[in-house]
């Protein structure tokens, strides 16, 4: 009779499909609620939830559950279930889109590099748009055995063998089952149903993180040298999440579920969606399962700065990566009729433009928006023929819109900067002679235009320059804090190279990406959160391969407290997008600098548990928390706020009165990782008026290695006086120092009013 019923249910969806607009939706399960009547999790799903045929994926590592394509109203039915904890609509998330090694701090024979042999035994996963694995970066020359605990695959398809496998990469697979449920079957002409790129954005990430040494690399003559990743001699694992319409959820789930079982020890994911509760965030969910199997999490802050509030992966046991710039440049200036310069960036490497003048225009000022913008078909031809257009950043792609200038007849392109991108400067490899600049210059050149009664320019290109400073400097487009889900936690945690990066690219598009552009190149220039990830991941196999017992947020410490906020004239760093100096919210802990990395002093760690404290905390329920957790968890009556979860920032967000005293303590544990014996005494550095920070006790004495000392951390707002100064965020930093480490911790005040105030 219970058989007959269960048909009689699993027919009732098949019929009300058929009637019914479908959705994949993500279902994840309470596994300990399995009838022992079934063999697996998966008989169980397909005999109690959904026919097979309409299986999409199915977890059973990093979490329990699966995919299914269903209807609105089924996929709620199947949501009533009492072990169903929690039912997602499948999403499209995007990806955030050498000499950064140097610059970084490594160096050959010594160090971060030689200590860890280069990272020859850890394993990064690559959540990304798959790999070209022809490319010498991914070479496996003197390379060790493949480490003997690695169980994953190299899958095949459409110009992907087993073959395309080797000691450097050492696995391939690839996820459709949620794109194709969703956007259609994958499209053979223009992409590979295979771990195959046909985008570049995963080749350039991998090799970022663990490319191998590339001798007279270069993008069309642009940042040549030797180019390699963070750790060399990583073994690469690709899981190709992102197709041509996005990288969807279902997918997102799958790849950390196979990359956490194939046995990887660090993962890197450039990319990212809005600010959602944890509980419903697809990479919030498949990074707490990783960091729970001991799997450290790299994550892109996103490219959305910088505004505030920007920053996405907020979930504190990921580490979010900002993007910096490093000390090269690609300069490009634009000389007007008047004799002014202009200075900008640029990657073209065709036919300069010789320095002869052309009449220069600026269509936006008689057009509407898409003409100011170079939108296509926007420009009449008889306009801009022969002349350099001025256009507008924003909307399109970039680089789109001198193919829409080259089309209608003009010779070159002015890229000016909105005002919401400041003077944040970004190379592209154009089409045809282009420069960027920056949002001031944009208006000197459209002024010039304006009052000009005939009006000229040209452009001319500088090639590669090193040793620029101001360097680092936080990107314009690097997304900022504060933290949108849980603003006490700081967000992002630090910053990485992320502007003008060279790495491996494919085959398949140029280098601008565009269908139109036929060039070939074995490298590329790009710029991204997407970008600075994988240093960070580069970075985080190193120490692992230095220190094999740290723990993910160990290592996340260790790249914090030893992050630099300075730059190399000795400076402050600056904010790309105003010139000014830039804050907590901009970078973090600051800029990573792996030469210290590796012998941090002290690190501040935290277990599963702690996490799970930190979830009641913030009031999640318990049927939430065991959506990310898998275990049921029993919160306590009484449990300390989430600002005493053991990070290694300080955020204090404090609500109060128009007047009087708001005061917050945070508690935290530090854990020996240096000298045997050593004492670490505190120094504190809070300049804005109405605050005032103490540490208890002050000194911490430690007497063997991984000994903890506890202290706390008290800060006290004087609303009235803090208002009085500009009020909003202040910001500080506590430092820990034995003579030789010194451990560095931010701190940021953020008073908010009260409702009712």
């Keep these: 009779m219970a058989a007959l019923v269960l048909l009689l249910f699993l027919f009732s969806l098949e019929l009300s499909s058929c009637s019914a ?24 799903y397909t005999s109690a939830f959904i026919h097979p045929t309409r299986m999409v994926q199915v977890y059973d590592t990093a979490f329990h559950g699966f995919a299914a394509r269903l209807a609105a109203d089924e996929a709620a039915e199947i949501g009533e279930h009492p072990a169903i904890l929690v039912v997602l609509e499948d999403q ?41 694995p022809e490319r010498r970066s991914f070479a496996d020359h003197n390379m060790g055995p493949i480490p003997a605990r690695w169980k994953g695959e190299c899958e095949t398809g459409p110009g992907f063998t087993t073959a395309h496998c080797n000691r450097k990469l050492i696995g391939a697979r690839f996820f459709a089952r949620g794109y194709e449920a969703t956007a259609g079957a994958v499209n053979d002409t223009a992409e590979f149903r295979s771990p195959r790129d046909a985008d570049g954005h995963g080749s350039h990430t991998a090799s970022t993180a663990a490319g191998r040494y590339v001798f007279q690399a270069n993008m069309s003559g642009y940042a040549s040298g030797i180019a390699r990743g963070v750790a060399p001699k990583g073994r690469l694992a690709v899981y190709k999440v992102c197709w041509k319409a996005g990288c969807f959820d279902s997918d997102i789930l799958a790849a950390f579920d196979r990359a956490i079982a194939d046995g990887v020890d660090v993962i890197s994911v450039s990319i990212g969606g809005g600010s959602v509760p944890y509980y419903l965030d697809c990479i919030a969910l498949g990074s707490f399962g990783a960091t729970a199997k001991g799997v450290f999490v790299a994550s892109s802050a996103g490219n959305d700065g910088p505004t505030g509030l920007s920053v996405t992966n907020l979930a504190p046991w990921l580490t979010t990566v900002g993007a910096g710039s490093i000390d090269r440049n690609f300069p490009a200036d634009v000389t007007l009729g008047n004799g002014k310069t202009l200075h900008g960036v640029s990657l073209y490497s065709g036919s300069s433009l010789a320095g002869k003048m052309y009449p220069v225009v600026y269509p936006g000022k008689a057009g509407g928006l898409s003409t100011a913008l170079c939108m296509d078909n926007s420009l009449s031809p008889g306009a801009v023929k022969g002349k350099i257009v001025v256009c507008d950043r924003g909307n399109n792609p970039r680089v789109a819109k001198g193919l829409v200038v080259k089309n209608a007849g003009g010779v070159g ?10 003077e944040g400067l970004v190379g592209d490899a154009h089409l045809l002679p282009a420069c960027t600049v920056g949002a001031d210059e944009g208006e000197a050149i459209k002024s010039y235009i304006s009052s000009a009664n005939n009006p000229i320019a040209t452009l001319g290109f500088k090639g590669t320059v090193l040793g620029v400073k101001p360097a680092p400097v936080v990107a314009s487009f690097s997304a900022r804090g504060p933290n949108g889900q849980t603003p006490e936690i700081l967000k992002p945690d630090l910053v990485a190279p992320g502007v003008n990066i ?22 590329n220039i790009l710029s991204g959160t997407s970008m600075a990830c994988p240093h960070v991941a580069g970075a985080a196999a190193l120490l692992k391969g230095a220190h094999p017992g740290w723990s993910p947020a160990a290592i996340r410490s260790a790249l914090m407290t030893t992050a630099t906020v300075t730059d190399n004239r000795g400076q402050s760093m600056t904010d790309e997008s105003t010139q000014k100096p830039s804050n907590p919210f901009d970078y973090g802990a600051g800029h990573v600098e792996l030469d210290r990395a590796m012998d941090p002093g002290l690190i501040y760690d935290i277990t599963t ?12 329920s318990p049927k939430a928390i065991q959506v990310i957790t898998r275990k049921s968890v029993s919160c306590p009556r009484r449990i300390s706020g989430p600002e005493s979860l053991n990070y290694p920032s300080i955020m204090a967000f404090m609500e109060g009165n128009r007047s009087g005293y708001l005061r917050k303590v945070f508690l935290r544990t530090a854990t020996n990782v ?28 430690f007497t063997g290695l991984g000994q903890k000392q506890s202290y706390a951390v008290t800060v006290v707002a004087d609303r009235r006086s803090f208002m009085s100064g500009g009020g909003g965020s202040a910001f500080g930093y506590m430092v820990w120092s034995d003579g030789k480490h010194e451990v560095r911790s931010p701190i940021v005040v953020a008073l908010t009013q009260s409702v009712g105030d």
């Design 21 to 44: 607009q479908q959705k994949t939706f993500i279902f994840l399960v309470d596994e300990h609620s399995k009838p022992s009547v079934f063999s697996s999790h998966q008989l169980w």
């Design 92 to 132: 499209p998330r995007q990806l955030h889109t050498t000499r950064s090694p140097q610059f970084l701090g490594l160096s050959n024979r010594r160090g971060l590099w030689s200590d860890s042999d280069y990272g020859s035994d850890a394993i990064i996963g690559v959540l990304d748009t798959g790999i070209w």
């Design 413 to 422: 392109m002015i890229l000016a900067n909105a005002a919401s991108n400041g």
């Design 502 to 523: 060279l790495a491996a690219w494919t085959d398949a598009v140029g280098p601008t990406g565009l269908s139109s552009d036929f060039r070939k190149t074995e490298f």
């Design 609 to 620: 548990e702690d996490y799970v404290n930190f979830l009641c905390a913030i009031k999640y």
């Design 674 to 701: 240096g000298a045997t014996v050593s004492t670490y005494r505190v120094s504190v550095t809070m300049p804005a008026k109405g605050i005032a920070v103490s540490v208890k006790p002050s000194t911490l004495v």
